[in-house]
């Protein structure tokens, strides 16, 4: 299993509902229960990505309670988790650290609610993170109505849906985060 993997909340550029490309708002929700479970999947860093620095610094001042402030006693597991939270402008400002930093390849994921000709299933992308211990795997999320043709189109890799038994198809990130990361990262339970 690869040792170096990372997740991107991508809020620009981004779609809105009428397909305009757009910036979305960092959520505190997003923040504590992506680094939670990034923290619990043993993934290296989480990276918000946002290019408007009052973003950064809502983001910056939640994770500096949580990790300097009273937050920091009152909740050591929360500390643990937000020490894994980064946050960069750009899709490519984190490609670029990680790169940077380990001097390899560096595989791009995307996740999509819709199924394009290029996608992998779960087990192949497993498969693939388990191959190689000293790939760099970047699993990027989506806010808003999902991210742009153009990132699609630059990803190594696009996963299929998550579907459940029902028609309805709009999980929350935070949702479809810790699915996806029990799905290529977590225990194999059915063996």
């Known amino acids: 299993m690869s040792k170096h993997i990372f997740v991107g909340l991508v809020h620009s550029p981004i779609y809105n509902k009428n397909k305009e490309i757009i910036t979305t708002s960092v959520t505190n929700l997003d923040i504590?229960?992506?680094?939670?479970?990034?923290a619990t999947y043993d993934v290296e860093k989480y990276f918000i990505i946002h290019p408007l620095e009052n973003q950064y610094m809502f983001v910056q001042e939640?994770?500096?309670?949580?990790?300097?402030?009273?937050?920091?006693?009152?909740?050591?597991?929360?500390?643990?988790?937000?020490?894994r939270v980064d946050v960069k402008k750009s899709i490519e400002d984190v490609q670029n650290?990680?790169?940077?930093?380990?001097?390899?390849?560096?595989?791009?994921?995307?996740?999509?609610?819709?199924?394009h000709s290029t996608t992998v299933s779960y087990i192949e992308m497993r498969k693939?993170?388990?191959?190689?211990?000293?790939?760099?795997?970047?699993?990027?999320?989506?806010?808003?109505?999902?991210?742009?043709?153009?990132?699609?189109?630059?990803?190594?890799?696009?996963?299929?849906?998550?579907?459940?038994?029902?028609?309805?198809?709009?999980?929350?990130?935070?949702?479809?985060?810790?699915?996806?990361?029990?799905?290529?990262?977590?225990?194999?339970?059915?063996?």
């Open 128 to 191: 693939i993170i388990e191959t190689d211990a000293d790939r760099c795997f970047l699993l990027l999320f989506g806010t808003g109505w999902g991210m742009t043709k153009e990132t699609m189109e630059n990803a190594d890799y696009i996963l299929e849906p998550i579907y459940g038994r029902g028609s309805y198809n709009h999980l929350s990130v935070r949702s479809a985060v810790s699915i996806i990361h029990d799905r290529l990262l977590g225990e194999k339970w059915w063996k």
């Open 62 to 83: 939640m994770v500096d309670y949580w990790q300097k402030g009273y937050g920091a006693l009152y909740n050591p597991d929360r500390k643990e988790a937000l020490e």
């Open 97 to 115: 650290e990680i790169k940077l930093k380990y001097n390899t390849d560096l595989y791009t994921i995307v996740t999509d609610a819709k199924v």
């Open 32 to 38: 504590h229960d992506i680094a939670r479970c990034v």
